[in-house]
């Protein structure tokens, strides 16, 4: 984590320049409070030793503020929590494998990598659980395609990015699949590739 993805403290100096751009008109941004709070969880918890740390890279990953008038502009709180959770997985990793070995480390992250391999490689339009008729849930047919893509990867090495599998999004539809399914799915694949980075 540099310092600049979390400088929120105050210096003796005065109060520190705000971290990030700031929103106008009427475009919202995350709320400043929120991402100042959390971004010093996040540095306390990354300085401290990592037995006793509260939040780890999955937890960068899912936290969400609220969206507000004249908050922190999301794509460059987004970057700085893309860093901050690769450098909390890079930690995570050396961890593992001074404690359990780099044959164990390796061991594991491909039986995550088979067990999300086998959900992608589903048949289409059964890799998911869906929502009733009358709910909304991610468009079926959007998320397929992206399962197929990330099966690629996973089978065969085709080029994707941690970035890319970050910044996907679906339109939805009703009875679309289920979203926390699908994020969870998102989310491990993720961490298969912070694992080999």
């Not at 003796?12 to 409070?33: E, H, I, L, Q, V």
């Not at 939040?55 to 969206?67: I, K, Q, S, T």
């Amino acid at each position: 984590m540099t310092p600049d993805d979390a400088s929120t403290l105050e210096t003796s100096a005065g109060p520190a320049p705000a971290p990030f751009p700031t929103t106008t008109g009427r475009t919202k941004g995350y709320d400043k409070a929120a991402v100042d709070a959390f971004l010093e969880a996040a540095r306390t918890s990354f300085e401290a030793d990592p037995a006793d740390a509260e939040l780890n890279a999955g937890d960068v990953r899912r936290v969400a503020f609220p969206l507000v008038r004249h908050g922190y502009t999301i794509a460059a709180v987004d970057a700085a929590l893309s860093r901050i959770e690769d450098a909390f997985a890079g930690r995570e990793r050396t961890r593992a494998v001074s404690s359990r070995g780099a044959r164990a480390w390796v061991g594991r992250t491909r039986e995550t990598g088979q067990v999300i391999l086998d959900r992608l490689t589903r048949p289409p339009r059964h890799r998911f659980e869906r929502v009733g008729i009358l709910h909304y849930g991610y468009r079926v047919d959007e998320v397929d395609l992206i399962a197929d893509k990330l099966a690629r990867y996973l089978e065969s090495g085709e080029p994707v990015t941690v970035e890319q599998v970050r910044s996907i999004a679906f339109r939805m539809q009703r009875g679309g699949y289920r979203e926390v399914q699908v994020d969870a799915v998102l989310d491990a694949v993720v961490e298969v590739m912070l694992a080999v980075v």
